[in-house]
């Protein structure tokens, strides 16, 4: 079993930036990948980057990204701290979301849909305002 914790969110006006932080315990290095979704109000859970995290793996450290943070958004990893962060900069009104992390134990063929994660942490708010 893998837990994980969000932290790092806040309210922030258009152009700043937050880092958010993944914190996992428990079975970590059975983690293949971790990657980070947000829900708008009224809005499906979105993929919007992700980090392959199995040290073993020959894809350790690929990220990708959603087109909408392309560019803006970044994702990294402390694997000795458990950690996955997501630095957000430049960021615009429509960011404004609960961001949650999650945990894939295996392989699937699109990390930024949400279906493919077994495990997720509680959220964090996020609100970017003019």
């Known amino acids: 079993q893998v837990q994980l914790m969000e932290s790092g969110g806040g309210s922030v006006q258009v152009g700043g930036s937050l880092r958010l932080s993944c914190t996992a315990s428990?079975?970590?290095?059975?983690?293949?990948?971790v990657g980070w979704f947000r829900q708008g109000p009224g809005k499906e859970r979105e993929g919007i980057a992700f980090?392959?995290?199995?040290?073993?793996?020959?894809?350790?450290?690929?990220?990708d990204y959603a087109h909408s943070v392309k560019g803006r958004f970044t994702i990294s990893m402390d694997a000795d701290k458990n950690t996955v962060y997501l630095q957000m900069n430049n960021l615009k009104a429509e960011d404004t979301a609960v961001y949650y992390c999650?945990?894939?134990?295996?392989?699937?063929?699109?990390?930024?849909?949400?279906?493919?994660?077994?495990?997720w942490g509680q959220g964090t708010q996020v609100t970017v305002s003019s």
């Open positions: 980090i392959h995290s199995r040290i073993e793996n020959a894809d350790y450290g690929y990220t």
């Open positions: 428990g079975r970590w290095y059975q983690v293949h990948s």
């Open positions: 999650g945990a894939a134990m295996g392989w699937r063929r699109n990390f930024l849909d949400s279906s493919g994660y077994n495990t």
